[in-house]
């Protein structure tokens, strides 16, 4: 699955993501994550914000250990109705464990994109790789990099 340019633009400009789990029972479980896009899949960590689990005992973690399939929601709302704008992301979830090889490069682009991660200690972390299956926009997706356009 690949993305168009503007959904593309898109996701490298917005800043939060709503990330949708569902738990072993069916119940639904949506928490907003910091991502970044990573060719063409999503990155997030299980971060050193205040949590009361450990990274694995979370809900969306063990939700997507469970069912790794997931939804993603990156939207822009504005009381001008012009600019609103959304891209959804339907895929599949994986944990990505600190000695993965691909956890290095996943980490690279998140702390590019949040410098609040430089002072995370995520190398000894897992992180989560979204591969997309399907995505869906719609609104206006124009950023200030593409304004002009």
Known sequence: MT???AERRFLEAMRVARLGTVDPNG??????ICYALVDEQLAFALDE??????PKDLQRVRNIVARPAVAVVVDRYSEE???LG???????ATLVEPDDEDHRGLLRALRAKYEQY?????????LVRIDPRHVRSWGNLKTSE????
């Open 3 to 5: 993305f168009n340019e």
């Open 27 to 32: 119940r639904p479980h949506v928490v907003p």
């Open 49 to 54: 914000k205040p949590k009361r689990v450990a």
């Open 81 to 83: 109705w012009s600019e």
């Open 86 to 92: 959304w891209v959804q992301i339907g895929g599949t």
């Open 118 to 126: 430089a002072e995370h200690a995520l190398e000894e972390r897992p």
């Open 146 to 149: 593409s304004a002009d356009e």
